[in-house]
């Protein structure tokens, strides 16, 4: 087998990723530029239309053109007011548009990764690429580049009339600018290196917090509340003094951008006031009203392009960690072109090799034939390898050599998806979302029935205890099933297996840790549920060993040991007659 390539591939930059998104919004993103110039254009033509007004109707007392201009600024007002409404909805509805593709693409991309990727990742962050990072990305648009365009186009439309109005007074503004584009500048790239820092630390927060509320019962069990507070205000810590620092740099910036503004703005009256008082007809009265609103929208904006930058800068931070998310091929290999409609069930594995950790093998070359319809146990002490052989058939880990084949064919020609349509699992360890119990039966598919679920569930003797929970079927088992008794979570899951028709059944150690009620309905669930099918046990039940038609005993990686259980209890200083004397008969005698 070859080594997934799990690489990065940054052939393109992030922001250019997330815009490849925005392809099948195209007339939109075109229809947000549009309102983003308009908006550019009404802004800009209030100054102007305020400035004719001072200058040929307040000041000649001309009170019919100072009406009609009044209601060309209010018609001004009123157009750019929509123009404004227009452009932010857009954006905002593009940028939501385009996190739900790329929320959904990354969603069916993480549920394809082999178990490999999930042992060696951090469930809190992966939640917090899904949801927090992603939900940064629809910034960029709404936040972000469109406002940094509309602010732009704002400004070179301002600057435009502000230079066809007055060139002197619009180069006295103009030699403040670069002041507050270095400034800005500066405080964009300490914002880069600070939101950083916030993703890192946020990331760790959702990291520590979701671990230890799963585990909450293991905490308290343990008394270990008041040392897992002392670690979480640790981390807690790491992640206030992230924002403080981002804090920091917005609280120096803002000022220094207020008192550049503040002076510009000065000196603008005082050139503009000297000019009037001398005589100088290119200034005029109306100049000084345009101006005084000219250079709050022309500095506001080019303020505000460094808070847009940064909410871009946290925006296209989200997306590097994303799309790394995304580049990464994690994939079960899926080269197979066979689609696995019924096994009969003969498997076979041939010098299988296996390791979860390079050099560190856990199967080491293991040959098993199991004929079809026969039940076979697995049993072994822990860490024999029991549980990965089950793990290798339904392909969650790639061997390292060897093969494994189903009815004489490599289950690598198989599609992944149609492999797994005939294998069913029951777990020792059931998970059960939070839904009702006919969805957490079915899975949401459409295929199973609600009256083949109560078929089936009477079939293996379920019916009753189910229907005995308040709802019934549509009884909401809560978060991980924590509603239900771990002997009635496995008589779930065992229903769950049922129904999925599979042609061939696992039950690892899935009688482990149950009441003795739920035992009885097990065993019988048991019987029906591997009647004339191929069914793998891993075992812990003394029952389910004396049934099997086949006992094979592994230790460290290897088969030690195969035969029936009467067969290999008669054998002399055997492995599996120690283990049986050793375990088996003491919970026997219990009984």
């Known amino acids: 087998m070859k080594a997934t390539n799990n690489t990065p591939h940054k052939k393109t930059s992030s922001l250019k990723k997330v815009m490849q998104f925005a392809q099948p919004y195209k007339a939109r993103f075109i229809w947000v530029i549009e309102f983003s110039i308009a908006l550019s254009v009404f802004a800009a033509l209030r100054p102007y239309l305020l400035k004719e007004t001072v200058d040929n109707y307040l000041m000649h007392k001309d009170m019919p053109g100072l009406i009609k201009y009044v209601g060309l600024m209010g018609i001004a007002l009123i157009l750019e007011v929509a123009s404004q409404f227009y452009f932010v909805y857009w954006a905002n509805w593009l940028g939501q548009d385009i996190v739900k593709d790329i929320r959904e693409k990354l969603f069916a991309h993480i549920s394809s990764f082999r178990m490999k990727f999930f042992d060696n990742e951090a469930v809190g962050r992966l939640v917090t690429r899904t949801v927090f990072d992603i939900e940064s990305i629809a910034k960029i648009f709404s936040q972000g580049l469109f406002m940094i365009i509309s602010d732009m186009l704002k400004m070179v439309v301002i600057l435009g009339i502000m230079l066809y109005m007055n060139w002197k007074l619009t180069i006295v503004v103009m030699l403040a600018m670069p002041v507050l584009v270095i ?61 403080l620092k981002n804090i920091l740099y917005n609280s120096i910036f803002f000022p220094i951008a207020d008192i550049i503004s503040s002076l510009t703005l000065g000196m603008v009256i005082w050139y503009g006031g000297v000019s009037i008082l001398n005589g100088d007809s290119l200034t005029t009265p109306g100049d000084l009203f345009a101006y005084t609103m000219f250079i709050g929208m022309l500095f506001n904006p080019l303020r505000q392009i460094a808070d847009k930058f940064n909410e871009m800068q946290m925006g296209i931070v989200a997306s590097d960690r994303v799309f790394e998310l995304l580049d990464m091929d994690e994939h079960t290999q899926q080269n197979g072109t066979k689609e696995a409609w019924h096994f009969k069930g003969e498997l076979y594995f041939d010098n299988v090799r296996f390791s979860y950790i390079e050099n560190e093998e856990v199967i080491k070359g293991i040959t098993l034939k199991i004929e079809a319809g026969q039940t076979v146990a697995i049993v072994g002490a822990t860490g024999a390898g029991k549980s990965t052989i089950i793990n290798l058939l339904n392909r969650f880990y790639e061997i390292n050599s060897g093969t494994i084949s189903i009815d004489g064919t ?47 569930s009477k079939a293996i003797g379920v019916h009753n205890f189910i229907m005995s929970l308040p709802g019934g079927y549509d009884y909401n088992v809560k978060e991980r099933g924590v509603m239900l008794s771990s ?10 297996a049922y129904v999925s028709n599979p042609s061939i059944l696992i039950l690892d150690e899935a009688t482990s840790s149950i009441d003795t009620y739920s035992e009885e309905l097990i065993q019988n669930a048991t019987e029906a549920i591997t009647k004339d099918r191929t069914s793998i046990v891993i075992a812990h039940r003394l029952a389910t060993i004396v049934n099997a038609d086949k006992i094979i005993v592994m230790d460290k990686g290897k088969i030690v040991e195969h035969g029936t259980h009467y067969d290999l209890i008669n054998r002399e200083q055997g492995y599996y007659k120690n283990l049986y004397y050793s375990q088996f008969a003491v919970e026997n005698e219990e009984k």
Do not use: C
């Open 183 to 243: 400034a800005t500048r500066i405080f964009q790239k300490k914002m880069k290196g600070a939101f950083e820092e916030v993703r890192a630390q946020v990331a760790n927060l959702n990291t520590f917090v979701q671990e230890r509320v799963t585990g909450m019962k293991i905490v308290q069990l343990f008394n270990r509340e008041d040392i897992e507070y002392e670690k979480f205000k640790v981390i807690n810590k790491k992640h206030n003094d992230a924002w």
């Open 410 to 456: 490599n289950i690598d020609d198989f599609t992944l998806d149609s492999l797994r349509r005939q294998i069913a699992i029951v777990l020792q360890d059931v998970f059960l979302f939070a839904d009702t119990i006919l969805n957490n039966i079915t899975l949401n598919d459409p295929a199973i029935t609600r009256e083949k679920v109560i078929e089936a």
């Open 487 to 496: 002997g009635q979570r496995q008589l779930i899951a065992f229903l769950r």
